[in-house]
């Protein structure tokens, strides 16, 4: 049985910074992409990012593009995301998914996690 925990979310005030992780258990990341998505209040969700197996690969969402960072750390079995110069706008639960194609596509990820919440304050 696969299990994704993601930790680390929080209040952030706008322009700062905050680091989630994905930690998994049941088996090895390392030969799987991994996902990251929001779902901001009221709203549907929508993708954020996402890394291929090796960590070679990494393509983002235009909206937090040049602001969020995903990398993974095979080892451990956790993939993070670096969220920096953080707005208002980014508030959502953020969910971390796990799939064999790194891709935007929501319904090609397998497995998700239970979310975490962002709040970032103006």
């Known amino acids: 049985q696969v299990q994704l925990v993601e930790s680390g979310g929080g209040l952030v005030q706008a322009g700062g910074s905050l680091r989630l992780s994905c930690a998994a258990s049941?088996?090895?990341?390392?030969?799987?992409?991994m996902g990251w998505f929001r779902q901001p209040p009221g709203k549907e969700r929508e993708f954020v990012g996402t890394?291929?197996?090796?960590?070679?690969?990494?393509f983002y969402a235009d909206s937090v593009k040049g602001r969020f960072t995903i990398s993974r750390d095979n080892a451990k079995n956790t993939v993070y995301l670096q969220m920096n110069s953080a707005n208002p706008a980014d508030t959502a639960v953020y969910y971390c998914?796990?799939?064999?194609?790194?891709?935007?596509?929501?319904?090609?990820?397998?497995?998700w996690g239970q979310g975490t919440s962002v709040t970032v304050s103006s």
């Open positions: 890394i291929s197996w090796s960590g070679g690969s990494t």
């Open positions: 049941g088996r090895t990341l390392s030969n799987y992409a």
């Open positions: 998914a796990e799939g064999k194609l790194a891709t935007f596509r929501s319904n090609l990820y397998d497995y």
